[in-house]
C-alpha cells in the first residue's frame, strides 16, 4: 500500500492515483488537502469535463475517482456511468456540497460524503483501496 511522499512533497511512485471531477479548483484543492492531512499518499488530477475524464482515465489510470455530485454541462451519474464502463470496479466516490432531499448513497458508487465531511475522505479512500 502506497505510504511514501518525496522530500518536496511530490508523489513518488508509490502514491494512489486519485482523479478529482470537479468544476472548482478550490474545492479539489480542498479534497487534495483532506486525503493529505489524512496521511494518505496521493497524486491527484482535476477535470471538469466529460472529455477530460475519459482522457484521464486513459493517460493518468486513477485508481480511485472522486466527483463533484453537480457540475454545469455534465453531471456526476455522467460521470459515475463513464467511470463505470470504463473498469466497474474503480472506487467512485461522490462529494456534493447539499443534499436536496435524503438520500441513500447511490447503489452503483462506492460512496457519498458531504463537503464539509472531507475529513472522513482519507479513510473511506484507504478502505476502497484495500478491497
Do not use: I
Not at 1 to 25: E, F, H, I, K, N
Not at 30 to 42: D, H, M, N
Not at 78 to 85: I, T
Amino acid at each position: 500500500m502506497p505510504t511514501q511522499a518525496g522530500a518536496d512533497g511530490a508523489p513518488t511512485r508509490d502514491a494512489w492515483r486519485v482523479l478529482l471531477v470537479d468544476d472548482s479548483r478550490d474545492d479539489a484543492e480542498l479534497a487534495e488537502f483532506a486525503l493529505r492531512k489524512g496521511s494518505l499518499a496521493v497524486e491527484c488530477r482535476r477535470v471538469s469535463t466529460a472529455d477530460g475524464l475519459r482522457a484521464a482515465l486513459d493517460a493518468f489510470a486513477p485508481q480511485a475517482v472522486v466527483s463533484d455530485v453537480n457540475l454545469p454541462g455534465f453531471s456526476g451519474a455522467e460521470a459515475l456511468a463513464l467511470v463505470r464502463a470504463h473498469d466497474p470496479a474503480l472506487p467512485f466516490v461522490f462529494l456534493t456540497g447539499a443534499l436536496m432531499a435524503p438520500v441513500d448513497e447511490p447503489p452503483a458508487a462506492d460512496g457519498l460524503l458531504l463537503k464539509d465531511e472531507l475529513d472522513e475522505l482519507p479513510a473511506l479512500l484507504r478502505r476502497l483501496l484495500a478491497r
